[in-house]
């Protein structure tokens, strides 16, 4: 079993849809991240957490340490978005990658 | 402000030989870690310096290692190259001011033939 695990794997939905891509880890961790990687490489950080809610422009990012937890949230969904989301999570003294989820958002 | 700078952008080398990747990192950020990415294994962390210490180091073989310099600067080096060594490659900078958060430079894609 993966220390972190991401679901969905894939999700497909049309523009304006509220988005919900969750992460669940196994492990004592000191933060939590959630990166963006478009077609092409580039990795962008859109949030690093280690507890209760982070809010940038349509981005949400909730953390529930006691469950293990993450969520990060889209709302009014574009295809400006449609990109790979992947969680990671600081432990000790690596960080931990989930497989990410590919988004794509239907015009 | 200039971002995380990353050399060469692609490189093809033969099975067998090494290889050197070069990361700048944003001014005045002192940690930098790299990162490997194949499609079957995902992202991976390979190590992280800090003032020209290795701090934290992944679960690769010896034939990965890596150094920072004074400014901050690192080098990654894939001695004796296997197939299953091409990947992307990135580093990341972060600092205390920006609460260790990570920005990513846009990766070394290497190829080995």
């Known amino acids: 079993k993966n220390e972190v695990e991401q679901s969905p794997q894939n999700l497909t939905a049309q523009e304006g849809e509220f988005i919900t891509i969750n992460c669940s880890y196994s492990?004592?961790?000191?933060?939590l991240h959630w990166l963006q990687q478009h077609p092409g490489g580039g990795i962008v950080s859109l949030f690093m957490?280690?507890?209760g809610k982070k809010k940038h422009g349509r981005l949400i990012a909730t953390i529930n340490i006691q469950e293990k937890h993450s969520s990060l949230h889209i709302t009014a969904s574009h295809p400006r978005d449609s990109a790979v989301y992947i969680c990671?999570?600081?432990?000790?003294?690596?960080?931990?990658f989930g497989k990410g989820t590919r988004l794509h958002i239907l015009p | 402000k200039a971002g995380v700078t990353q050399t060469p952008r692609y490189l093809i080398k033969t099975r067998g030989q090494q290889v050197t990747l070069s990361c700048s990192p944003i001014?005045?950020?002192?940690?930098v870690s790299w990162y490997q990415q194949t499609p079957g294994q995902g992202l991976q962390f390979l190590f992280e310096?800090?003032?020209?210490?290795?701090?934290n180091k992944g679960n690769f073989p010896g034939r990965f290692s890596g150094r920072q310099f004074s400014n901050s600067r690192s080098e990654m080096n894939v001695s004796t190259l296997e197939l299953g060594d091409s990947a992307l490659y990135l580093c990341?900078?972060?600092?205390?001011?920006?609460?260790?958060?990570?920005?990513f430079g846009s990766g070394t894609r290497l190829t080995v033939v």
């Open positions: 990341a900078s972060s600092s205390y001011r920006t609460n260790y958060g990570y920005t």
């Open positions: 492990v004592g961790i000191s933060a």
């Open positions: 957490l280690s507890s």
């Open positions: 990671a999570v600081s432990e000790a003294d690596k960080i931990i």
């Open positions: 001014s005045g950020h002192r940690s």
């Open positions: 310096y800090f003032s020209e210490t290795q701090r």
